[in-house]
């Protein structure tokens, strides 16, 4: 008789959106510190200053910029280039950790340059750049102009690519400080955190680490994460320790066994989040929070708006204005759902804008 196998568990679009929602502390506030909850969170992504006080605000219990401002100034987190060659805040542990595993992907980006860097010594660049941010901390165009006098006919542009590719460069304080930011200012990060990097780990904790915070998820999401690709030898390395499941596509999923996988219709209060926060970005299919009929709406050219939650799944749109938080809703929310929204709001506003008088006002964002 011939054996057959038991198709893998079906997970359904809500089951996943509650899943992951309870991985990143979504469907109820943590009370992690700000820190820890950057280390479970893998990162946060942060081109801007804002969005990670903003994307803490939206999951920790009792959070104040502060807490996060403090943590950058302590050097306990720092903002560094890692997954998907973006800015992301990080843990000191992760950023000498992370930033070595992704460098594949610094590799292929920066090999997209090498006409401008013709005749280019490329270690030795990496030594003359290193050498400037750790006698002392240099914008991006004083590092250019220092690589540009030992390479004065390469692209200028190519030369500051290839040093943040070659380079684990962090951005140092006060940069990224809540309320009074400053230029980006860059130096090493074993310069910055007072110790050397880490060898490159094995890429199998960083998949645990990876389905605890956004699984279940298939080996194709995590690489849309990561910016990494060939990981599916990783999950088959790792498939004896994992639970197997599909999704109504009939894509793999992967998940730990003793991961939370929620009830499909508990609740999931209103989440105010910010322009490019990891829950919208850290799978290829994106369905399990972005309805398909608003895919590419949080989105216009390269400005990602910020983004409100309701019921688990996107549905609307916000900016902060000065007299007003202005939601724009992307389909119809009930009378109870727009008092939760407005609750949601004005507990934002009393976080992160204490003591200004603004109200919470449903109106046009996209174009506003």
Same mark, same amino acid.
């Given at each position: 008789m011939t054996k057959t196998t038991a198709p893998a568990p079906l997970l359904g679009t809500r089951a996943l959106n509650r899943a992951t929602l309870d991985r990143q502390l979504l469907l109820r506030r943590s009370p992690l510190s700000a820190t820890d909850a950057v280390e479970? /969170? =893998?990162? /946060? +992504?942060?081109?801007?200053?804002? %969005? %990670?006080?903003y994307a803490l605000a939206a999951r920790l219990e009792g959070f104040r910029p502060a807490a996060l401002a403090a943590a950058m100034e302590a050097r306990d987190v720092v903002r560094i280039v890692t997954l998907r060659s973006t800015i992301h805040t990080h843990t000191a542990e992760d950023a000498l950790t992370l930033r070595p595993l992704v460098q594949p992907a610094r590799d292929r980006e920066l090999g997209r340059f090498r006409a401008g860097l013709a005749g280019v010594d490329l270690d030795r660049l990496a030594a003359i750049g290193r050498a400037a941010v750790e006698a002392e901390p240099r914008? =991006?165009? +004083? /590092?250019?102009e220092e690589l540009l006098g030992t390479w004065p006919d390469a692209d200028p542009f190519a030369l500051s690519v290839a040093a943040r590719c070659l380079l684990p460069l =962090?951005?140092?304080? *006060?940069? &990224?400080?809540?309320?009074r930011s400053g230029q980006v200012v860059l130096t090493t990060a074993e310069h910055w955190l007072g110790r050397s990097a880490e060898p490159a780990p094995a890429p199998d904790a960083t998949v645990l680490r990876y389905l605890a915070a956004f699984g279940p998820a298939s080996v194709k999401d995590m690489q849309t994460w990561a910016g990494l690709t060939r990981l599916r030898e990783v999950f088959e390395r790792l498939r004896p320790g994992l639970l197997v499941f599909r999704d109504e596509h009939g894509a793999e999923l992967f998940d730990l066994p003793d991961a939370a996988r929620p009830d499909p219709d508990v609740p999931a209060p209103p989440r105010f989040l910010p322009e490019f926060d990891n829950l919208l970005l850290a799978h290829a299919d994106r369905t399990r929070v972005v309805p398909a009929g608003l895919k590419g709406r949080t989105w216009r050219g390269n400005q990602a708006y910020r983004t409100l939650l309701v019921d688990g799944f996107l549905a609307g749109l916000w900016r902060t204005d000065q007299d007003a938080l202005v939601v724009e809703p992307l389909g119809r929310l009930t009378k109870g759902q727009r008092a939760e929204v407005v609750a949601e709001g004005e507990r934002l506003l009393a =976080?992160?804008? *204490? &003591?200004?008088a603004r109200d919470v006002r449903f109106g046009t964002v996209a174009g506003g």
């Amino acid at each position: 008789m011939t054996k057959t196998t038991a198709p893998a568990p079906l997970l359904g679009t809500r089951a996943l959106n509650r899943a992951t929602l309870d991985r990143q502390l979504l469907l109820r506030r943590s009370p992690l510190s700000a820190t820890d909850a950057v280390e479970h /969170l =893998v990162g /946060l +992504q942060a081109q801007n200053v804002k %969005p %990670p006080y903003y994307a803490l605000a939206a999951r920790l219990e009792g959070f104040r910029p502060a807490a996060l401002a403090a943590a950058m100034e302590a050097r306990d987190v720092v903002r560094i280039v890692t997954l998907r060659s973006t800015i992301h805040t990080h843990t000191a542990e992760d950023a000498l950790t992370l930033r070595p595993l992704v460098q594949p992907a610094r590799d292929r980006e920066l090999g997209r340059f090498r006409a401008g860097l013709a005749g280019v010594d490329l270690d030795r660049l990496a030594a003359i750049g290193r050498a400037a941010v750790e006698a002392e901390p240099r914008t =991006v165009g +004083q /590092l250019r102009e220092e690589l540009l006098g030992t390479w004065p006919d390469a692209d200028p542009f190519a030369l500051s690519v290839a040093a943040r590719c070659l380079l684990p460069l =962090v951005q140092v304080t *006060p940069r &990224g400080i809540w309320g009074r930011s400053g230029q980006v200012v860059l130096t090493t990060a074993e310069h910055w955190l007072g110790r050397s990097a880490e060898p490159a780990p094995a890429p199998d904790a960083t998949v645990l680490r990876y389905l605890a915070a956004f699984g279940p998820a298939s080996v194709k999401d995590m690489q849309t994460w990561a910016g990494l690709t060939r990981l599916r030898e990783v999950f088959e390395r790792l498939r004896p320790g994992l639970l197997v499941f599909r999704d109504e596509h009939g894509a793999e999923l992967f998940d730990l066994p003793d991961a939370a996988r929620p009830d499909p219709d508990v609740p999931a209060p209103p989440r105010f989040l910010p322009e490019f926060d990891n829950l919208l970005l850290a799978h290829a299919d994106r369905t399990r929070v972005v309805p398909a009929g608003l895919k590419g709406r949080t989105w216009r050219g390269n400005q990602a708006y910020r983004t409100l939650l309701v019921d688990g799944f996107l549905a609307g749109l916000w900016r902060t204005d000065q007299d007003a938080l202005v939601v724009e809703p992307l389909g119809r929310l009930t009378k109870g759902q727009r008092a939760e929204v407005v609750a949601e709001g004005e507990r934002l506003l009393a =976080v992160m804008h *204490p &003591g200004e008088a603004r109200d919470v006002r449903f109106g046009t964002v996209a174009g506003g």
